[in-house]
């Protein structure tokens, strides 16, 4: 059927615009000043996550315009619609980032409200921050309308005195700071460059790799993803977003035919090909979990064990997102993957086409050196790695991009923070040990609540030329942005009386990437011992939205979600 010929008796805003008894519902659109014509077309909901909290919001409201016009050029009716953003670059370091995992759930869930409340028969979702990204992925499946995702582009690399930075140089500037390698108004001088641009931070950090799971899944336009945000290009591919969607609801293509296992694993491989953000481990779970399916960090894992690292990008390499953009984009670095194998080619896209067929004419650029070919690879496994041991039995995970064979194991002695501002602390005032496991525990999903990020901490060390002398683990989470031997997600977490709430100053913490182990020299009697004699620690959550949260919030393993999700559906929103 035509897009321009859709018959509405099967789409959910028939509850709304058709028959006699919707007359009061159609008088609040003709308020808005709709048409009788735009009233009897399909409704389309376009969310954005704008706001003014960072550039990577800032852009998002001029491209929601565009995909508008793409949705009313097809003869759709687009009603537009925002909700939040928590910025970690802006929560980061304080008690702000307890609230930026959360915001996923409520991202995903006011986009589902809004959809519900209104019977919108489609969505466009457009986002710009770390979990904005996954949040509005999470609403497209849960909600199974046909659904186009829209990156908002990543920002463009700052200049200072002659050289490219991001926002990773001025965390690690602050260590450079604090031992006096660099001065105060160097400082200045770097904050005021650093950011020169809208768009999200553009290195491999979590929103860049978001950005290419959502090429790599299918919900968006191949090429889309990987334009920064200054772009112009970027209101075609939402006008171009806004006509696709009319032809998504036409034919029926929903989330769910392609968001499938394979879909889940190649977004995976992307990830680990690009030397991805850990937290990738923590969304695709949460997105799978949305469509029912069982994908869990051990999965997450076994495809990034098996996935060669070919993306030379930052913060572990050397270039940004808008310089793999101009050799070719997030299809080169697919292309090269599918034809060496490491791909599943048959999975549908929002093109309407699979994966195989996006990229049949794509074209291998030989004159950059941004994206090796899979068969030449920077290392032969993935650039984030899975733990798993006494310490951590429902897994870990750490990134290794970047890092030589024999930085990839550790062992030392451990020293425990309990919370991040602890550790940093010591860090700030060098009152740590080279040769130590930094223990930062009770930041996990409930312990936290809200499993905070710690670039601060690592983002100093590095700063402070010492990030190769220790190690971190966590319960909690590391940005995108970090690099060294910092392993995050470590599970189960110490508020539930996990192994890492149990760890002494000075127990002997033995890391492996390379085996995929994480231990702790301690017996199974003495683990024992010292859990019996363990008490729960509370936290300041004690109302509000971070005490719901934590009330029903999953463990990493599964993605931290906070709904049964789809495996426990008797009816989907899309078929009201």
């Known amino acids: 059927m035509d897009a321009r010929q859709t018959d509405k008796s099967k789409l959910p805003s028939r509850h709304v615009t058709e028959g006699p008894e919707r007359a009061p519902h159609r008088s609040y659109l003709y308020a808005m000043g709709l048409t009788t014509e735009q009233i009897h077309q399909p409704l389309v909901g376009v969310a954005s996550c ?39 670059g802006i929560a980061m370091g304080h008690g702000g980032m307890r ?32 979990k904005s990204l996954p949040g509005m992925m999470m609403a497209m499946v849960r909600l199974n309308v046909p659904s186009i995702f829209i990156y908002g582009g990543s920002i463009l690399p700052g200049s200072f005195r002659g050289r490219p930075v991001t926002v990773q140089d001025l965390f690690e500037a602050v260590g450079k700071v604090a031992v006096g390698d660099m ?51 970027r209101d075609q591919f939402c006008a171009a977003a806004g006509e696709k969607v009319m032809e998504l609801i036409a034919k029926n293509i929903r989330p769910r035919d392609i968001v499938t296992r394979k879909a889940l694993e190649n977004a995976a491989a992307t990830v680990a090909a690009s030397g991805g953000s850990t937290n990738a481990a923590l969304h695709l779970p949460a997105i799978a979990h949305e469509c029912g399916i069982e994908f869990t960090l051990f999965d997450v894992a076994e495809i990034f064990r098996k996935t060669p690292y070919i993306a030379d990008l930052k913060p572990g390499g050397r270039y940004v997102a808008k310089d793999m953009f101009e050799v070719g984009g997030i299809p080169l670095l697919m292309k090269t993957l599918l034809d060496h194998g490491y791909l599943h080619g048959d999975c549908l896209t929002v093109t309407g086409r699979t994966i195989a067929e996006n990229l049949a004419k794509v074209a291998w650029n030989p004159d950059q050196d941004v994206v090796r070919p899979a068969d030449r690879p920077i290392t032969v496994t993935g650039g984030v790695v899975g733990l798993r041991g006494n310490l ?11 890092m030589s064979a024999e930085k990839q194991m550790f062992t030392g002695p451990a020293r425990v923070f309990d919370g991040e501002e602890a550790c940093f602390e010591a860090v700030q005032n060098r009152t740590y040990k080279p040769g130590e496991v930094l223990v930062i525990r009770y930041e996990g999903p409930k312990g936290g609540p809200g499993m905070r990020e710690m670039l601060s901490t690592t983002a100093a060390l ?24 910092c392993v995050g997600h470590v599970g189960p977490e110490a508020a539930i009386g996990g192994p890492i709430g149990l760890l002494r100053d000075g127990d002997m913490i033995t890391l492996d990437a390379i085996k995929g182990t994480l231990d702790v020299a301690l017996s199974d009697e003495e683990l024992a ?11 300041t959550a004690t109302s509000g939205y971070l005490w719901k949260y934590a009330q029903t919030v999953g463990p990493a393993v599964n993605g931290a979600v906070t709904h049964p999700g789809g495996a426990q559906e008797t009816h989907i929103y899309a078929d009201i």
């Open 462 to 485: 590095y700063g402070q030329g010492m990030g190769d002398t220790v190690a971190l683990i966590t319960d909690g989470r590391f940005s995108g942005a970090t690099r060294g031997f």
């Open 183 to 233: 001065s105060l108004d160097d400082l200045d001088e770097l904050e005021r460059v650093a950011c020169p641009s809208a768009g999200a931070c553009g290195a491999q950090f979590t929103a860049n790799t978001m950005a290419t799971v959502s090429e790599a899944i299918g919900l968006a336009l191949p090429y889309s993803a990987g334009a920064p945000a200054p772009y112009e290009i």
């Open 99 to 130: 609230a930026s995992l959360p915001s996923r759930e409520v991202i995903a869930d006011s986009v589902e409200l809004t959809i519900r409340g209104h019977s919108y028969d489609a969505l466009v979702g457009l986002a710009g921050c770390d």
């Open 392 to 402: 951590a039995p429902e897994g870990a995970i750490v990134k290794v991009a970047g």
């Open 50 to 88: 704008w706001n003014e909290a960072a550039p990577c919001n800032i852009s998002l409201m001029r491209q929601a315009q565009a995909v508008k016009k793409g949705v009313a050029a097809a003869k759709g009716t687009p009603r537009e619609f925002c909700t939040i953003t928590v910025t970690d």
């Open 529 to 539: 011992q010292r859990r019996s004699e363990w008490t729960p620690r509370g936290n």
